[in-house]
């Protein structure tokens, strides 16, 4: 067959390249520095020096006023991350292992937060907050709505990995003898592990650098890390500003990173993040 | 795999034939409980804040949280004879960016998903936008400021293309491209698992059979990678419906009548809650509408 003739042609010989081959690397090379270009660009205006020099100057400012922002929103993360993984494993779950009527329906509504736009979302809880649950501006409000917003992306990979974990392992572990509740957290849970790790990445990454639904409410005391970003870059282009803001991406990189070079890229197929 | 709870409830009745049928029907109580927080949760911070919205916006300002409520359709007359310029900025800034993202992205992935070996390093490099466009148009605007870092390099440049440096920065293109910049990973996702699926036989055998290279796109990749390319479209178009710090950083007046920040200008700064409300409404739909298209046409995780 054509197939297996091309397959089999012996590839160890150098090729010149083609100019055409050099043209295409170039243009994804192209791309991929245009996405890390502010990066940088942020990082090299940080560095700066009020006298012309280089120097890590700037970042003494992370450590003085902006740190009490960052361990808040760290703060708010791991809350976010460990609520949402309390209400998403069992709902992956249920999903996946139990009949449940109107399952189609019930996911659209569970995903609905993803596809409400930030402004909308933002204006819906301000009001709402403020004049319905009577907690405008609460710590209590803010983690509420980080927790709405992402336990959907927490749900999809665990899903994703559910469907592809053959029930066989808890249907042995019940033969010998363990109960459900058991069977589940000795078994399938360990195995859900890379999973889970996708869903905690994808709401780390999404709530630690969350601006947009922040800033219609939050208060005084909960300006989280991000919100205090966005109100420095209205203000220009401070080293100060430059090294807060590259504080940011390099802790949201190192998360992805990290995740990237432990599990792949596998578990987060379905979420179009990637 | 035959559905998977029957085989646990079998178990179940070989473990205790008596209790079968008070465990099936206390078994068929705990799919719905598991799922009972999030639901919960859902319902709470996201139905009724939205059905909120909807009563809200039939109200005049403030009134519907004093005891004088006025109920009026006015908010949506006055978005549409004062506020339709933003509706259609709104739209016609989307639609810039996403075909901007189709026409850059479509290659994009086409060369990621057939020539090159490196792919996990790019889908790495791909997740710097979705970190937020705040820092995105942050270093944009200032790589874009007329004597910013980049001015030796990017001076020359410019006067070659006939580009005053000034007219860059706070501009529809350069707006357009930031909010293009961020949702390209959307667009190269949906199109290159488009076009993963596409045989590389069939364009090999187009290509023998004497087809140009345009022609093979024409006649092969396009059609078979539509559902990607409509899909890819729909989610850069849903997303940069909502859009709001692009145009505030890297855009001037014009550029930021967009219903996003008009939106929070009305709400939160001048406290006009009935028309914010609105306009969350027709944002909503906008973008409900559009997605609900994309989700149609898309190849979810969970098998839409």
């Not at chain 1, 400012?61 to 960052?70: E, G, K, R």
């Not at chain 2, 899909?231 to 178009?237: E, N, P, V």
Request: hydrophobic share 50%; with cysteine; aromatic share 14%.
């Amino acid at each position: 067959m054509s197939a297996t003739t091309l397959a089999s042609r012996p590839k160890r010989e150098w090729k010149r390249p083609k100019i055409g081959s050099v043209l295409q690397h170039a243009y994804i090379w192209f791309w991929l520095a245009l996405f890390v270009l502010p990066f940088v660009v942020t990082i090299l205006r940080s560095l700066e020096d009020p006298d012309g020099g280089r120097s890590f100057a700037a970042y003494s400012t992370v450590y003085s006023s902006f740190w009490s922002y960052l361990r808040l929103s760290i703060e708010m993360t791991v809350l976010t991350i460990a609520i949402n993984l309390l209400i998403g494993i069992p709902a992956a779950y249920a999903i996946v292992r139990h009949p449940i009527p109107g399952k189609r329906l019930i996911l659209s509504v569970l995903n609905l937060a993803l596809y409400t736009p930030g402004a909308v979302m933002g204006i819906s809880l301000a009001i709402t907050y403020a004049f319905l649950f009577h907690i405008p501006h609460s710590y209590t409000g803010l983690i509420a709505a980080y927790v709405v917003g992402t336990y959907p992306l927490m749900l999809v990979p665990i899903i994703v990995a559910l469907r592809d974990l053959p029930t066989m392992y808890e249907e042995a572990a019940r033969t010998l003898g363990a109960n459900r509740l058991q069977s589940f957290f000795r078994v399938e849970l360990p195995l859900l592990g890379p999973g889970i790790s996708a869903g905690i990445l994808l709401t780390f990454v999404i709530v630690f650098n969350e601006f947009l639904v922040t800033l219609f409410i939050a208060g005084p005391g909960t300006t989280t890390a991000a919100l205090r970003v966005y109100g420095l870059t209205r203000t220009g282009f401070l080293p100060s500003t430059a090294a807060v803001a590259a504080v940011m991406q390099f802790v949201s990189f190192l998360v992805v990173l990290t995740f990237f070079k432990a599990f792949g890229s596998r578990y987060l197929k379905g979420t179009y993040l990637i | 795999m035959a559905n998977p709870s029957i085989t646990i409830h079998a178990s179940d009745a070989i473990a205790a034939p008596g209790q079968v049928t008070t465990r099936r029907w206390r078994g068929a109580l705990v799919g719905p409980g598991l799922l009972l927080p999030a639901f919960v949760v859902t319902i709470l911070f996201s139905i009724v804040p939205l059905i909120y919205l909807i009563l809200v916006g039939f109200t005049e300002e403030s009134t519907f949280f004093t005891h004088h409520r006025v109920y009026t359709v006015s908010n949506y007359r006055v978005i549409w004879d004062r506020y339709l310029p933003h509706v259609v900025n709104t739209i016609k800034l989307a639609v810039y960016s996403s075909v901007f993202d189709l026409v850059f992205g479509y290659p994009f992935a086409y060369i990621l998903i057939r020539k090159v070996r490196y792919r996990e390093l790019v889908r790495t490099a791909m997740t710097f936008p979705l970190f937020g466009p705040l820092y995105l148009a942050y270093g944009i605007s200032y790589i874009v400021l007329p004597n910013g870092p980049l001015a030796p390099v990017l001076n020359p440049i410019l006067d070659f293309l006939g580009v005053e440096v000034t007219t860059l920065l706070f501009s529809t293109p350069m707006t357009v491209i930031g909010m293009a910049i961020f949702t390209f990973p959307f667009m190269v996702m949906n199109v290159g698992t488009a076009l993963s699926n596409v045989d590389p036989t069939l364009e090999e055998a187009a290509r023998t059979l004497g087809a140009r290279p345009w022609q093979v796109f024409t006649r092969i990749l396009f059609p078979l990678s539509w559902s990607g390319i409509l899909a890819g479209f729909l989610m850069c178009f849903g997303w940069n419906l909502g859009v709001f710090v692009v145009p505030l950083l890297l855009g001037g007046i014009p550029q930021q009548r967009v219903l996003s920040l008009t939106l929070y200008q009305k709400g939160v700064v001048q406290f006009d809650y009935g028309l914010a409300s609105a306009m969350g409404i027709v944002l909503m739909v906008l973008a409900f509408g559009v997605t609900w298209l994309s989700l149609k046409f898309s190849r979810g995780a969970l098998g839409a």
